[in-house]
């Protein structure tokens, strides 16, 4: 297995920063990032590389499930890749999940991570497509973001890892405001993001760094 270039160039910056931390909570957000940003970028060898240590501090359902939600900006292909190593590591499954009415569950945490703009959203949603609305309700903030393992705002968290590296900014600026939303502070946003701007594509950093800012200051 060989690593992406993309992480190659941030290695050594990840690496240190992860031997610095101490507070449990920053440890806890930094591999969830990892993970994510690993599954996204469909990099077999930084999971591999990473996932033992994620042990230390999470737990195997919290490592499922940020892989597991990852689906929903990355793709299947790359969610079955990276399930694929953390299974090398740790070959229990936990059993599927029933989060009741989708729907419901859906509208529920979808209204927490959009606030005031979750009837915007779904009016823009349906413009382009009306199942869009259904889809992003009932799977994707329903049958995924909803489940169980992993906190409303480790989720954002995570989110805002997939989205800054595929280079997602218009969804990253909804997501800076929908972590705030779910109860992640300020300084933890700016924290994760600076941590994690190495992995963002060279020519995207500026333009996220200045929307991360702007969302906040509002």
């Not at 910056?13 to 440890?27: A, I, V």
């Not at 218009?170 to 972590?179: L, P, S």
Request: net charge neutral; hydrophobic share 40%.
């Amino acid at each position: 297995m060989v690593f992406s270039t993309r992480y190659i160039s941030c290695e050594s910056q990840l690496t240190q920063c992860w031997n610095e931390l101490k507070n449990s909570n920053q440890k806890k957000m930094f591999l969830l990032g990892i993970l994510v940003t690993a599954t996204t970028l469909n990099d077999q060898a930084m999971l591999n590389a990473w996932i033992p240590q994620c042990s230390d501090v999470l737990d195997e359902e919290g490592m499922e499930e940020a892989i597991l939600q990852t689906l929903l900006f990355a793709g299947f292909p790359k969610t079955i890749e990276a399930l694929k190593q953390l299974r090398i590591h740790f070959p229990v499954k936990h059993g599927a999940k029933h989060v009741g009415d989708h729907k419901k569950a859906g509208e529920k945490t979808s209204q927490i991570i959009y606030g005031k703009y979750h009837s915007k959203l779904k009016k823009v949603m349906d413009e382009l497509h009306p199942d869009l609305t259904r889809w992003m309700i009932e799977d994707g903030y329903g049958r995924v973001l909803s489940r169980s393992g992993l906190t409303l705002q480790e989720r954002e968290i995570s989110v805002l890892a997939s989205l800054m590296t595929s280079g997602m900014i218009n969804q990253f600026r909804a997501h800076v405001r929908g972590a705030l939303f779910a109860g992640v502070s300020r300084v933890d946003i700016i924290w994760f993001t600076n941590i994690f701007q190495c992995i963002i594509a060279a020519e995207l950093r500026a333009d996220f760094n200045q929307v991360t800012l702007e969302m906040l200051s509002t």
